[in-house]
């Protein structure tokens, strides 16, 4: 009905293409500026985190929606102990194309930590994204040195996500970067690594079966899990991967979900 008014109002089928697309990126920007308040009122509510990422539009969990993602039972159980406290959250990768903004898993997390720091970084510059307590940054994940320089000047995070690119070698890269930058008891997340069986279009994913596998971000992390009990014999692993294995306390695996937990 609204809709309806407002095409009427601006002579909506008059318009071209580059027009209407304008009015819709206003749109989208004003929603959101709307939705970044709302998100800051019903976050002293303690509505369960499967709400707030539904209601957010975040593809993050959308179960009435035939196979989506339905991260928010993980994260329920994953993010239990620090709803309510003052804690640092990095999300990489913010979504957002042609006139969509994107960033609407920001609207849950701010709805979802009422006291925490947000931070979000993505490749693209999001200049629309503006909610109170969220600072958004412009960063290429394959970059280590810029991913490093970034989490030595605004970490430690409590909670680092990674849905950014969702190549097998910028998730790794991403991860061996800033595990160190995780704060002692924190959780590192990796959506949608589906990705590590894809082969087509230039994913560098490779069929389960196959030897290269192992390079892929679930077989790397599969291989990681193995030694997560052991206290030695760690001659397979680089340093760096040994220094990870010793300071983590358990790796699980989700449906196209991988959460790590440090040692507290």
Not at 218 to 238: D, H, I, Q, T, W
Request: glycine share 8%.
């Amino acid at each position: 009905m609204i809709s309806n008014i407002v095409k009427k109002a601006v002579r909506w089928n008059q318009l071209s293409h580059t027009d209407q697309d304008r009015y819709r990126r206003e749109f989208e920007r004003q929603k959101f500026r709307v939705m970044g308040l709302i998100a800051r009122v019903v976050s002293v509510f303690p509505l369960p985190i499967t709400t707030f990422l539904e209601l957010s539009g975040s593809d993050k969990h959308q179960p009435r929606q035939k196979n989506r993602h339905q991260y928010g039972f993980a994260y329920t159980r994953a993010f239990a102990d620090y709803r309510f406290k003052k804690i640092k959250i990095l999300e990489i990768g913010i979504g957002g194309y042609g006139y969509r903004i994107g960033g609407e898993s920001l609207l849950a997390w701010r709805a979802i930590f009422p006291f925490a720091s947000i931070l979000a970084a993505d490749i693209e510059p999001k200049p629309d994204i503006k909610i109170p307590g969220v600072s958004v940054f412009q960063i290429d994940q394959s970059d280590k040195s810029g991913l490093d320089n970034f989490a030595k000047e605004n970490g430690p995070f409590k909670i680092i996500i990674d849905d950014g690119s969702h190549m097998s070698m910028h998730q790794i890269l991403t991860f061996k970067t800033l595990f160190r930058h995780l704060s002692d008891g924190g959780v590192y997340v990796i959506e949608d690594v589906e990705t590590s069986c894809w082969t087509h279009d230039g994913w560098d994913g490779s069929p389960v079966q196959s030897e290269l596998f192992s390079n892929t971000c679930v077989g790397y992390f599969s291989k990681l899990a193995k030694y997560v009990s052991v206290r030695n014999n760690f001659e397979s692993l680089e340093q760096t991967d040994i220094e990870i294995v010793s300071n983590t306390i358990s790796v699980y695996f989700e449906r196209n979900l991988i959460i790590i937990n440090k040692r507290g």
